[in-house]
Nanobody, 126 residues
């Protein structure tokens, strides 16, 4: 069983930056593909960025690559999301997710992930 705990959310002005962290316990992350998702009120949960078990970042939306950087520190068992140039439309609850896999592919579909954190709120003011 893997427990995931996100932190680092908060209130930021438009154009600002935040770094989210996702600390894992119960299992080392080196065999896991992981992802950051977000969900705004009234909207479906959407992928922000993913990372393979081999630490290769991936984005389903090419435009997200410029503003959202995903990385992992396997020694600290922690996943990160560095966000810059935040805009009000980025306001959402951000979740990290994990799936143990032998595949080297990035996973963008939320339904595939087995483990989820409780989420951290990011609010961007205009």
């Amino acid at each position: 069983q893997v427990q995931l705990v996100e932190s680092g959310g908060g209130l930021v002005q438009a154009g600002g930056s935040l770094r989210l962290s996702c600390a894992a316990s119960g299992h080392t992350l080196s065999n896991f593909a992981m992802g950051w998702f977000r969900q705004a009120p009234g909207k479906e949960r959407e992928i922000v960025a993913a990372i393979t078990r081999y630490d290769e970042p991936a984005w389903s939306d090419a435009s997200a690559k410029d503003r959202f950087s995903i990385s992992r520190d396997n020694l600290k068992n922690t996943l990160y999301l560095q966000m810059k140039d935040l805009q009000p439309e980025d306001t959402a609850v951000y979740y990290c997710a994990a799936k143990e896999t032998a595949s080297g592919l990035a996973i963008f579909a939320s339904s595939v992930y087995d483990y989820w954190g409780q989420g951290t709120q990011v609010t961007v003011s205009s």
